[in-house]
């Protein structure tokens, strides 16, 4: 079976690698405490580790092992919010074996430590967050990066916030933020040059702290399929997003855009 899709037309080949990588992603998500190799996320899909690699990358962005590591961050936000565990117990249920590392990967996926980002939460402030990622720095105004429509998949309205980020995963601070309003315009500054991907994720007014700090509920995602380039002088690209429904294969929202500093702007509740 597998050797006759590795020669089929493309269209025909991309339903069953999605079918492998949300089977691979799956099992990721109930080990998070074991160290999978790339061998061994390969065998679940029934590929070569080179292929599953391409493949894997493909559907979601970003490589295998990224992916795994961005899972465990976020399996780590739910436990801090949900659950009366200590950090170091939640540090290794979700397969960290130093509590160093952990809080130093939380701390820079996430923009603050484990224990300021449950205070956060309890707290339902801002007075936690750390200056860079509540108020990121002005942008010059001669780095626009991006501008376009922004909508809803099925129709109907949203409030979003939108960051740039290097890569297709949201995590640590973005280069560049802003909120808008679905359907409609959006225009998007960067603070430093680089090659940025446009990701965004609907944010609920209404919802409370630990919602909204897990993007739980009824999220709607988007992601430009190309980074876009920020230079001195450069006009914006034109990027239009449709927000749809997160899927398995979306890479985990480690920090929404701008979400911390957007969240009062948008009269989000100042407590759960």
Known sequence: MASTLLTAPVELRAPYHREAVERVIAVMS??????????????????????????????????????????????AKRLLLTSDLSVLEICLD?????????????????????????????????????????????????????????ELE??????????????????????GCTLAAAPGNYELDADQTGSFYLLAVSITPSSGWTDLLLQDG???????????????????????????????????ILLAPALLAGAVQVGVPTAA
Do not use: C, N
């Not at 300021?116 to 936690?128: H, I, S, T």
């Not at 509540?134 to 922004?150: I, Q």
């Not at 099925?154 to 280069?175: M, S």
């Not at 190309?226 to 006009?235: D, F, I, N, S, Y």
């Open 30 to 75: 109930r080990r998070l405490d074991e160290r999978l190799s790339l061998e061994d996320l390969a065998a679940l899909a029934f590929f070569s580790p080179y292929h599953f690699h391409r493949v894997f990358r493909s559907v979601t962005g970003i490589p295998p092992g990224r992916f795994f590591s961005a899972l465990r961050i976020e399996a």
């Open 94 to 150: 979700v397969g960290y074996q130093s509590l160093g590392t952990f809080t130093s990967q939380f701390s820079w996926k996430v923009g603050m430590s484990p224990r300021r980002f449950r205070e956060l939460a309890r707290r339902g402030d801002l007075a936690g967050v750390e200056p860079p990622l509540a108020a990121p720095p002005r942008p010059r105004r001669d780095l626009s990066a991006a501008a376009g429509h922004l």
């Open 154 to 175: 099925d129709g109907g309205e949203a409030v979003a916030a939108i960051g740039l980020f290097p890569t297709r995963l949201a995590e640590g601070r973005p280069a």
């Open 218 to 252: 009824d999220v709607l995602v988007a992601a430009s399929a190309e980074p876009a380039p920020v230079r001195p002088g450069r006009p914006p690209r034109r990027v239009d997003l449709v927000l749809r429904p997160r899927r398995l294969t979306d890479p985990p």
